[in-house]
């Protein structure tokens, strides 16, 4: 544990004047926590470049530009089995990311974005025509931020997944926040209630998807992370699947952000 709090102190002192989207110096909104889309969205004029590296040589790329005043543009591609030996597995087609901020944060009312996200996270099933955790389809995203020993952000998403060929057509929500550590560390936690999957032909087991991760900014804009994924075990084990594994995993995350005009 000593050594842990070292760690962290040391991480926060070197530091200390990077900005990127984690901690109290962040100089970027959050346009997503873990899987959970948020409210945030990129500055017109800046371009955002990230990497997921998931289980199973998962690797997805994606890359985000502010177009407009509130409207960002983006697209990914990734697949399964890239990190690794053997065949990769490409996804099917790229994701499109789309958002539109409605309405932005004040004192007493918080941040409103209206998106569509076609990304997944995992491996993509064929016979299911379904990420491993469904994207996000069509979405809205509130976030308010509060000081709390430096800044406490919560969110909240209601979405609807274009993923359906599983009979589990739902509604979903997702809640999580964000807790800055010093001026360039994050802690970040989201549930995702996964109610539109929890049917017999589903991959969650009804219980949600639970996942924590850590956010810190190295340098202007370069922001990694580390994320605990899936720690309430809601993946259900299916042969025809390739067997899924049930229990929780372990994920890192890339991204850099920069003005271009």
Known sequence: MKKFTVIIFFLSVISSYAQGTAGTNAKYEYRSLIDMPTAGILEKGHVGVGMDVLPNGVVISKIEVGVFENFSFGISYGGDNIIGSGNVEWYNYPGV???IRLM????????????????GK???FKDLKRFEIKSPGIFAAASKNFDFLGYLSVHGVINYSL????GDKDLNIIVGLEKTIGGS????AEYDF?????TANSLGEGTGYFNMGLRWSVGDGFTIGL??????????LKDEINDVFKSGDRAIFVEYIHAIF
Not at 194 to 198: E, H, R
Not at 227 to 236: E, H, I, P, Q, T
């Open 104 to 119: 932005n944060e004040t004192e007493t009312v918080p941040a409103l974005t209206l998106g569509f996200d076609t990304q």
């Open 122 to 124: 995992g491996s993509y």
């Open 97 to 99: 990311n789309l958002r």
């Open 227 to 236: 994320d605990f994924r899936n720690l309430a075990d809601n993946k259900k």
């Open 163 to 166: 993923e359906r060929e599983d």
């Open 194 to 198: 996964a109610n539109n999957d929890n």
């Open 185 to 188: 560390l994050a802690f970040v």
